[in-house]
């Protein structure tokens, strides 16, 4: 065997050991992701299943109303007639 061949093999074998450790990382990467998705769909069904859900319940059935704070709407007033007015110009 020549010196090229020697470093050809030790060439694929540490791409193989390298190639190894990344599908290992991803693999762990995914499992980590998996995890993640998993608890933070239980944090939503658990506020879904608690008040938050009750409260959207209320509102789709009609015993409660949304409204938002006087401040907001005058705000949202006051740009609309700036904006129109603006138009015109």
Same mark, same amino acid.
């Given at each position: 065997? !020549?010196?090229?061949?020697? /470093? ?5 074998? *540490?791409?193989? @050991? !390298?190639?190894s ?6 693999? *762990? ?7 993640s998705?998993? !608890? /933070? /769909?239980?944090?939503? @069904? *658990? ?11 209320? @509102?789709?059935?009609?015993?409660r109303?949304?409204?938002?704070p006087? !401040? ?9 007639? @700036?904006n ?6």
């Amino acid at each position: 065997m !020549s010196d090229l061949d020697i /470093q050809i093999n030790d060439v694929n074998y *540490n791409d193989g @050991v !390298s190639l190894s450790r990344e599908l290992r990382g991803l693999k *762990n990467d995914r499992i980590m992701t998996e995890r993640s998705i998993k !608890s /933070q /769909q239980e944090m939503w @069904v *658990n506020l879904l299943n608690g008040g938050l859900g009750k409260d959207m319940t209320e @509102v789709l059935e009609g015993k409660r109303k949304v409204t938002l704070p006087l !401040s907001v709407r005058l705000k949202y007033k006051w740009n609309n007639f @700036v904006n129109k007015l603006l138009k015109l110009i």
